[in-house]
């Protein structure tokens, strides 16, 4: 069992820049791979990047590349979702999640054990 808590959201400028970051215990931090996703209202989950269990390997959604950061910390067992230039359509509850085994940087959620309850990113134009 791997427990995840997100923190780092709140209310900014379109344009503006935030850290999220996820804190997991439980099992082994380093053993899983590390996704973040957002899901706005009415819409569906989706991914917004991805990490490997090393850290060496990132994955991008297009609709956030250049923009974004993913990065982790295996001695804190933390990962982190650095976004710049935020956009008004970024506005969205952003949720961490971890797989175990090979990591590709899945965009499935159904692939992911592990969630987190979410931090609300409000971007205002």
């Known amino acids: 069992q791997v427990q995840l808590v997100e923190s780092g959201g709140g209310l900014v400028q379109a344009g503006g820049s935030l850290r999220l970051s996820c804190a997991a215990s439980?099992?082994?931090?380093?053993?899983?791979?590390m996704g973040w996703f957002r899901q706005a209202p009415g819409k569906e989950r989706e991914f917004v990047a991805g990490?490997?269990?090393?850290?060496?390997?990132?994955y991008y959604a297009d609709s956030v590349k250049g923009r974004v950061a993913i990065s982790r910390d295996n001695g804190k067992n933390t990962v982190y979702l650095r976004m710049n230039r935020l956009k008004p359509e970024d506005t969205a509850v952003y949720y961490c999640?971890?797989?175990?085994?090979?990591?590709?940087?899945?965009?499935?959620?159904?692939?992911?054990?592990?969630w987190g309850q979410g931090t609300q990113v409000t971007v205002s134009s």
């Open positions: 990490i490997s269990a090393s850290g060496a390997n990132t």
């Open positions: 999640a971890a797989t175990i085994g090979y990591y590709t940087g899945s965009s499935r959620p159904g692939l992911y054990s592990y």
């Open positions: 439980g099992r082994t931090f380093s053993n899983y791979g």
